[in-house]
């Protein structure tokens, strides 16, 4: 990407939109994400730099969902699965990313862990339609990341799994988006303290 070519927004979903009416939407989606988490200053003009931990719905459509997940410091999601691809490109901090796989016979039902990856700032990840994961940000500071998933991410149906005891569960998306307001709610209170 060319220094004088700066991340804009209206672009960034124009170019999502176009690609996933393409043959490969997959790969040049993840050119384009590459592209924009490249500058993370034009993508803090444009978006804001963050204040609070969440979840800005970008574009939302049937067949994609684009979000800008803001984690809080040390913060954690549950295993969970999304049904459809994603692409993932951290533009500030870390994400740690533990993925998961099903067990079969008499454990049906759970997960066990099956590897890891971290995903530094300037770094795009793609996560296939099955795959489980969960996240942590193991910073003391905000992790930021465009996500671009292929299909609408706020309407499917999915999984997370249970953190003791790993047992399959229909994901809750108003939990999942309140454990972002309760990372705030902590933050707050660390600030006061």
Known sequence: MSRHMKFKLDTFIADCQQAIASDKPQEIITQIVNRAISDSEAMFREIGKPTKATIQKIYVSDILTIVNVI????MTLLPHNHNVWAVIGVY???EDNIFWRRLKGD??????????KSIASGEVVVLGKNLIHSVT???SSFTCAIHVYGGDFFAMERSEWEPLTLVERPYDI??????FEN???????RKLG
Do not use: C, M, S, V
């Not at 984690?71 to 040390?74: F, I, N, Q, V």
């Not at 108003?174 to 454990?179: F, P, Q, T, V, Y």
């Open 71 to 74: 984690w809080a410091p040390k």
């Open 92 to 94: 500030e901090g870390r």
């Open 107 to 116: 454990q049906e039902g759970k997960i066990e862990a099956a590897g890891a």
């Open 137 to 139: 940000n193991p910073t």
């Open 174 to 179: 108003e939990k999942n988006l309140a454990r």
């Open 183 to 189: 990372e705030n709610a902590l933050l707050h209170l």
